[in-house]
């Protein structure tokens, strides 16, 4: 079992996340342990195609990396859900949405505005924005990847021919998959990084994961692929997004 250990207490928060902070800041004698990770052998591709009448929805994070999965979609009608400015740049293959704010009432209008412009939705790839100012933080944004989830549902009920129908949560949890937690024994038992509290904040990122977990339970009757991905942040966006495309077309569905 896992020793007891003292938590770091994390420096003030500086915008977003309060009620975060405050949890975190009143942990003092924490049990922790975390799951060990183990290489894989890569997945088993289908060969599954993309309908250019079913575009592929994917969440801007205001990286490369949003770009690089435009490019590694092959085939794929992309469109890109943008927070913030409209003067954001364009990006080759797909085309911009802006969503006007976090609300639920934004996000329906802007997936009914997508499905009777470009189609009905075969695909959706969620990312944590950075690109939303106003409302950047992670509980907010994981309500949203909930909201999406309802509204984008109906659609990915259809088939899509020669592919099928996908909901993807991409998140980067930061410190190797420990979720913010150091390593302190051969047992499993770790710390708080008292250096990075932001990493254990940022851990609350991983929920997507739980949220793919339950729409895979629930969809997957219907031939909807629900997959959790949490991206190493020492990989490049562009090895990134092969792996994300790789996921994509993994037989294990």
Known sequence: PAAPMRAARPVAPA????????????????????????????????????????????????????????????GAKVIVLTFGAKSASPISGATRVHVADRTEAALEKCIAEVAKSHGAPGGFIYQHSALDAKSSDDHSQLRWAMLAAKHISPHLATPVAGGRPFFVGLA???????????????????????????????????????????????????????R?????????????????????QCADG
């Open 228 to 248: 959790g991905v949490d991206l190493d942040d020492a990989l490049s966006a562009p090895a990134a997004a092969r792996h994300v495309a790789a996921e994509l």
């Open 15 to 74: 915008a977003g996340d309060k009620d975060a902070h405050d949890a975190l800041n009143a942990a003092s004698d924490v049990d922790l342990t975390y799951a060990s990770t183990e290489p894989i052998e890569s997945p088993m591709s289908l060969g599954l195609s993309y309908s250019t009448s079913r575009p592929v929805l994917i969440v801007d994070d205001g990286t490369d990396l949003t770009a690089q999965l435009a490019g590694a979609l092959n």
């Open 172 to 226: 980067k949890s930061g410190n190797g998959g420990r979720l913010g937690v150091h390593n302190a024994g051969p047992a499993g038992l770790g710390a708080f990084d008292k250096h990075s509290p932001e990493l254990v904040l940022a851990a609350q990122r991983g929920a997507i994961f739980g949220l793919c977990k339950t729409l895979a339970l629930e969809w997957g009757a219907r031939g909807v692929l629900c």
